[in-house]
C-alpha cells in the first residue's frame, strides 16, 4: 500500500485514524450474527440469514443515494460490492439500474441478494450474481459505470468470528485491493464512478493517498460526525484526467 500523500488536497483535509480502544469499543458486533433475523427500509422487509450482517447507518447512506439518484445508476451498469443481504441491488435496480452485479465473497449473501432483487425489483434490469474475492466474478471485458463500496475496513481486529472479519475488520488492504483490480482490469466504463464509504476507524490518508496514486481522483460526496469520534466520509473515484 502506498501511504504517502500525492498531494492531493483533499488528503490534508482527512482526519487521522482513531486510538485502537476507541475502535474497538464502538465497532465489536452488538448483534447475533448467528441467526436469522429480518431488516426493514423503504418499506421493503428483508430476510437476514445467519451469517449476513444487518446493514447499519453508513450503509443506509448509499442506499439512500441509490434510490434517489444521487448516485445516478439509471440505464447503467452497476457493481455492489459487498452486497450483502441485497438492499443495494434492490435500490439500483428499482432506480432503473439496466444491469447489477451483486458481488460478495459470502455465498449465502449473493443468494439471499438475488431473492430479494427478485422479490422487489418488479420489472427492467438485469441481476448478474457473483460469489468471489472483489472483482474476481466480473468477466473480462465488462466495464462498470457505477460500482459502490462499504468496506470493512476497520483497522482493528474485533472479532475472532471469520463472518465478523469479513464483515466489518479485514483492514485497510481491501480497499487497496478493491482499487487495484479496478485500475488494473480496467473495469471502470468512461466516465465510470466509484462510491467508497469510509471512516477514521480505517487509515483515510493512507486509502486515499493509493487510489490517487495508482492514477483515481478523489472528491468528497458527503461527510457525517456522530459526535462520538467518528467521521464518515461518502468518496467518489473517477479515473484522472492526463494531460
Known amino acids: 500500500?502506498?501511504?504517502?500523500?500525492?498531494?492531493?488536497?483533499?488528503?490534508?483535509?482527512?482526519?487521522?485514524?482513531?486510538?485502537?480502544?476507541?475502535?474497538?469499543?464502538?465497532?465489536?458486533?452488538?448483534?447475533?450474527?448467528?441467526?436469522?433475523?429480518?431488516?426493514?427500509?423503504?418499506?421493503?422487509?428483508?430476510?437476514?440469514?445467519?451469517?449476513?450482517?444487518?446493514?447499519?447507518?453508513?450503509?443506509?447512506?448509499?442506499?439512500?443515494?441509490?434510490?434517489d439518484g444521487r448516485i445516478a445508476v439509471r440505464g447503467l451498469v452497476y457493481a455492489a460490492m459487498g452486497v450483502g443481504l441485497g438492499v443495494e441491488a434492490v435500490a439500483a435496480g428499482v432506480a432503473g439500474a439496466a444491469k447489477v452485479h451483486?458481488?460478495?465473497?459470502?455465498?449465502?449473501?449473493?443468494?439471499?441478494?438475488?431473492?430479494?432483487?427478485?422479490e422487489f425489483v418488479a420489472a427492467g434490469g438485469e441481476l448478474v450474481p457473483g460469489v468471489g474475492d472483489l472483482f474476481d466474478p466480473v468477466p473480462d471485458g465488462e466495464r462498470l459505470d457505477v460500482v459502490t463500496f462499504n468496506p470493512p475496513a476497520v483497522s482493528q481486529r474485533v472479532s475472532d468470528d471469520?463472518?465478523?472479519?469479513?464483515?466489518?475488520?479485514?483492514g485497510a488492504v481491501i480497499v487497496t485491493r478493491f482499487f487495484d483490480q479496478l485500475v488494473e482490469r480496467d473495469l471502470l466504463a468512461e466516465g465510470g464512478?466509484?462510491?467508497?464509504?469510509?471512516?477514521?476507524?480505517?487509515?483515510l490518508k493512507a486509502i486515499v493517498?493509493?487510489?490517487?496514486?495508482?492514477?483515481?481522483?478523489?472528491?468528497?460526496e458527503h461527510r457525517h460526525d456522530w459526535e462520538d469520534g467518528v467521521v464518515t466520509h461518502v468518496f467518489r473515484f473517477t479515473r484522472a484526467v492526463t494531460a
Open 1 to 67: 500500500m502506498n501511504t504517502t500523500s500525492p498531494g492531493h488536497p483533499l488528503i490534508a483535509e482527512l482526519p487521522d485514524l482513531l486510538p485502537a480502544e476507541h475502535i474497538v469499543r464502538i465497532n465489536t458486533p452488538k448483534e447475533d450474527i448467528g441467526s436469522t433475523r429480518s431488516y426493514e427500509w423503504n418499506g421493503w422487509t428483508f430476510r437476514v440469514p445467519p451469517g449476513v450482517f444487518t446493514p447499519g447507518a453508513t450503509s443506509r447512506m448509499v442506499h439512500e443515494r441509490l434510490l
Open 102 to 118: 451483486a458481488l460478495d465473497v459470502h455465498a449465502p449473501s449473493v443468494e439471499c441478494a438475488a431473492e430479494h432483487f427478485a
Open 162 to 170: 471469520p463472518d465478523v472479519v469479513r464483515n466489518v475488520c479485514e
Open 193 to 203: 464512478r466509484v462510491y467508497v464509504a469510509l471512516s477514521n476507524t480505517a487509515d
Open 209 to 220: 493517498s493509493h487510489a490517487v496514486h495508482i492514477g483515481l481522483s478523489p472528491a468528497l
